[in-house]
């Protein structure tokens, strides 16, 4: 199992920008999809983007398309996501999670889950 540390969360005002990492805890990262959740309370996580292992494909959620930007540096095991033009809407407890492939982890299915970080987006 992996273990994975998010960081870079925070408080940013409307139309601002935060860059989120996740450093992983084992150099098989690089043979792992990687991606991004998100959960309001009340509300399901769900997907915000995700990445193949080589870093050659990636995946957004409508929502966020054109705004956030996933990436990877297999060589430090981590994860990143810049996350630009912020909206209130975009609130919520941010999760990295590491799985078998990009298809499967769009859907949530997998074990290897972060611990989250908090982004909050005043308006």
């Known amino acids: 199992q992996v273990q994975l540390v998010e960081s870079g969360g925070g408080l940013v005002q409307a139309g601002g920008s935060l860059r989120l990492a996740c450093a992983a805890s084992?150099?098989?990262?690089?043979?792992?999809?990687a991606g991004w959740f998100r959960q309001t309370p009340g509300k399901e996580r769900e997907f915000v983007a995700g990445?193949?292992?080589?870093?050659?494909?990636?995946g957004y959620a409508d929502s966020v398309k054109g705004r956030f930007t996933i990436s990877r540096d297999n060589a430090k095991s981590t994860v990143y996501l810049q996350m630009n033009s912020l909206k209130p809407e975009d609130t919520a407890v941010y999760y990295c999670?590491?799985?078998?492939?990009?298809?499967?982890?769009?859907?949530?299915?997998?074990?290897?889950w972060g611990q989250g970080t908090q982004v909050t987006v005043s308006s």
């Open positions: 999670a590491a799985g078998s492939s990009l298809r499967t982890l769009r859907i949530g299915l997998t074990e290897n």
């Open positions: 084992v150099r098989t990262f690089s043979s792992s999809a």
């Open positions: 990445i193949t292992t080589s870093g050659g494909s990636t």
